[in-house]
Nanobody, 120 residues
Framework: QVQVLESGGGLVQPGGSLRLSCVAS????????MGWYRQVPGEDRDLVAL???????NYGNKVKGRFTISGDSAKNTVHLQMNSLKPEDTAVYYC??????????????WGQGTQVTVSS
């Protein structure tokens, strides 16, 4: 089974930067995409950024222009460069790996999450 591990969270001041990393492992598998969601307790888990194996990307509206996703599909890794951080970015950030099961189906594999806190 695919395992997902993210790292790089921490405490940063408003306007600062942080870089998250994620790797998917666990044997031979195909991925449709990898990326990031974030969640504040009691609120929805929202899209941050996704990168498909084709290289195409999707960003959540609140982070577009400030965050950049990158990765290496051959190594099943993605990174999230977060710049100009705001207190509203404070959340648990979860890495997701979307495994291609067939042409029609995919399975979502989630990491345990890494805390990002933006505060002065």
């Amino acid at each position: 089974q695919v395992q997902v591990l993210e790292s790089g969270g921490g405490l940063v001041q408003p306007g600062g930067s942080l870089r998250l990393s994620c790797v998917a492992s666990g044997g031979v598998f195909d991925l449709n995409a990898m990326g990031w969601y974030r969640q504040v307790p009691g609120e929805d888990r929202d899209l941050v950024a996704l990168m498909h194996t084709s290289g195409s990307t999707n960003y959540g509206n609140k982070v577009k222009g400030r965050f950049t996703i990158s990765g290496d599909s051959a190594k099943n890794t993605v990174h999230l460069q977060m710049n100009s951080l705001k207190p509203e970015d404070t959340a648990v950030y979860y890495c997701i790996a979307l495994e291609r099961l067939s042409a029609l189906d995919e399975a979502a594999h989630w990491g345990q999450g890494t805390q990002v806190t933006v505060s002065s």
